[in-house]
């Protein structure tokens, strides 16, 4: 098996993505259908990932019974290797009377214990995204085959519990094993230097055309809110990853006339603590964050609580509306953010900010984001 060969680049350099621990299970759940209702087994399988690019991900471990088959498939974290680089994901896929496809979780695949997570409360962490790789992958099969009625699909990772004490999954409430997780199928490299580099790079190319105004974003979150949702046009855009004060201070350095940062909650309220760079292995602060506004805007101990213990952010915004205390928090919130931004920026580079949830939508703005938004009106 060759190596996954899709590059980025990042700065001046390359750097090889990998694929995310969902594309292995919906990779291994083909090879598994396929051995099990063709009694074929391919070398390879090709599994189209959300992002767009195709993967092809060897077969390993065949094996198979009486209504049943399994196969796994190795996590390649490319340049960017995690925890769970190397380990083997398996699919195990079984006949069944229903017609549908069932996805569950077995050996090493982590169960959800607390709410606020992609999956409810007692079902395997396996996020949305996977599930719908997975199913997408079962019908093609299906169809390919002829057969009509159900499957059961069980994914496991035999070095997942043990991988997981190296992950967030016991913070978060994720216990016996790691989550099956990603959003676009592919590992995008994270090199800091390279990252910096490129948010950099993308500046100097913005300023070098003339552009004055910018809007910069964390990352796809935030690209998406602001075409969606914002309905900002985007012709004068940058990305800054988690490096939000470098990112600021090269516009500032560059000589743009307005910065407009539109990001996430999570990692905006990071920002409202003065935590620069978000990266989770060098800041979190966000729920001291949250709950430190909640008692500046009256919340009792009850209330405060609830939210310096809440999993997400998505959480304890919820928690926020039930105490009727989310737009004074929020208002709150966008002082602090406004405040650290401009301390950053200096005087020279007018800023402001407008953070968000996936869930909530608009949660905050600082005073002068709608004037700065107003600059990337579309035509």
Request: net charge negative; hydrophobic share 40%.
């Amino acid at each position: 098996m060759g190596t996954f060969e899709h590059y980025i680049s990042v700065g001046r350099g390359r750097l090889r993505c990998g694929y995310t621990t969902g594309t292995c299970a919906a990779a291994a759940a083909r090879g598994a259908a396929e051995l099990l209702l063709t009694g074929e087994m391919p070398a390879l399988v090709r599994v189209e990932t959300p992002a767009g690019i195709p993967v092809e991900a060897e077969l390993l471990e065949p094996a198979s019974g009486c209504g049943w088959a399994s196969c796994a498939v190795r996590k390649d974290g490319g340049d960017d290797p995690d925890a769970t680089h190397g380990t083997l994901v398996f699919a195990k896929v079984e006949k069944t009377k229903a017609r549908e496809v069932t996805i569950e979780g077995g050996v090493g695949v982590g169960r959800v214990t607390r709410p606020g997570l992609d999956q409810p409360v007692g079902e395997a962490a396996i996020n949305h995204v996977p599930r719908e790789m997975i199913l997408r992958q079962m019908e093609e099969v299906r169809r390919k085959a002829g057969y009509s009625e159900g499957l059961r699909v069980e994914i496991s990772v035999p070095a997942g519990e043990k991988l997981a004490k190296r992950t967030f999954n016991p913070r978060l409430g994720i216990t016996g094993g790691i989550s099956i997780l990603g959003t676009s199928g592919i590992v995008r490299p994270m090199s800091e230097a390279a990252l910096i580099d490129s948010l950099r790079l993308e500046l100097d190319v913005q300023a070098a055309a003339g552009v004055g105004d910018i809007v910069v974003t964390p990352g796809n979150y935030g690209e998406h809110f602001s075409r969606e949702v914002l309905h900002l046009s985007l012709d004068h855009w940058a990305t800054c990853s988690n490096y939000i004060g470098e990112a600021i201070d090269h516009a500032a350095g560059l000589g743009f006339r307005s910065f407009l940062l539109v990001g996430h909650l999570g990692k905006l309220c990071k920002a409202a603590a003065g935590n620069m760079n978000t990266h989770s292995r060098v800041s979190d602060a966000r729920r001291e964050t949250l709950a430190a506004h909640t008692a500046l805007c009256g919340g009792d101990r009850t209330v405060v609580e609830a939210v310096f213990l809440a999993i997400t952010t998505d959480e304890a915004v919820d928690i926020l509306d039930r105490a009727g205390l989310r737009e004074p928090v929020m208002a709150s919130l966008a002082g602090a953010l406004d405040q650290r931004l401009k301390a950053r920026a200096g005087e020279d580079m007018d800023i402001e900010a407008i953070f968000f949830s996936n869930k909530h939508g608009i949660l905050g703005r600082t005073p002068g984001a709608e004037r700065l938004a107003a600059l990337h009106a579309p035509d």
